[in-house]
């Protein structure tokens, strides 16, 4: 498709389980992007992926937390151990390789821990 | 840590009033984007600007870059029902351009019909 697809588009889990979020970036977009937003709220810088280079883990909350990307492509986020404070929409965004980083989002992964 | 300040945080108005969201930071930033975004979607880039004074129109949208480039502001004018959304700044720091675009917590614009 022509924009960034996040999967699923809501999940519904139960406390202590292990999640995984899917996210692919437009083609030939190099810059990839995980944000989180609760409800209401801004939004919280995750992790950031730039082509092969080492990725920008700052933003991860807890080790709970880790993201993967396969070169240019296919991105994950998996939270392990979900908590109730884990509930909120998971966005992904992915720039070109642009001086001014602007980002192109998916509809997002809404995340209800229960 | 770039933090961008926006205010107001909730503004519910009428069809036709004209509207000014603020978006400030104590840091300088290379550049300054605007995004809106509708429930239940992702956010969608605006304008961005990138020199210290410059001026955006977007149909009757209007972006200001300050001039020491560390705020920024979004005017609307005769905002209609359809202008309702959650609007976000953020900045790329002057330091680290790309790497980590920061986000304000966004201002949420109700326009009543």
């Known amino acids: 498709g022509a924009g960034v697809s996040q999967s699923p588009s809501n999940k519904v889990t139960e406390k202590g389980k292990d999640v995984e979020l899917r996210c692919d970036p437009i083609?030939?977009?190099?810059?990839l992007y995980w944000y989180r937003q609760r409800l209401g709220q801004g939004l919280e810088f995750l992790i950031y992926?730039?082509?092969?280079?080492?990725?920008?883990k700052s933003g991860l909350p807890s080790d709970r937390f880790s993201a993967e990307r396969t070169g240019e492509s296919v991105s994950t986020l998996t939270i392990q151990r979900t908590q109730q404070e884990d509930s909120a929409v998971y966005l992904c965004?992915?720039?070109?390789?642009?001086?001014?980083?602007?980002?192109?989002f998916g509809e997002g992964s809404r995340l209800t821990v229960l | 840590t770039q933090l961008l300040e926006q205010s107001p945080q909730f503004l519910s108005i009428q069809e036709g009033e004209n509207l000014t969201v603020y978006c400030n930071s104590s840091?300088?930033?290379?550049?300054l984007q605007w995004y809106r975004q509708e429930p239940g979607e992702g956010p969608v880039l605006l304008v961005t600007?990138?020199?210290?004074?410059e001026v955006k129109k977007l149909k009757r949208l209007t972006f200001q870059f300050g001039d020491a480039r560390k705020d920024s502001s979004l005017h609307i004018t005769a905002a209609q029902p359809g202008d309702t959304g959650l609007y976000l700044c953020?900045?790329?720091?002057?330091?680290?351009?790309?790497?980590?675009?920061?986000f304000g917590e966004g201002t949420q614009l109700t326009v009543n019909p």
């Open positions: 965004a992915s720039s070109p390789r642009s001086l001014y980083g602007e980002l192109f």
């Open positions: 600007v990138v020199t210290g004074g």
């Open positions: 083609s030939g977009h190099t810059a």
């Open positions: 953020a900045g790329v720091g002057r330091e680290t351009s790309g790497s980590r675009l920061t």
């Open positions: 840091s300088v930033f290379s550049s």
């Open positions: 992926f730039q082509g092969n280079s080492a990725p920008d």
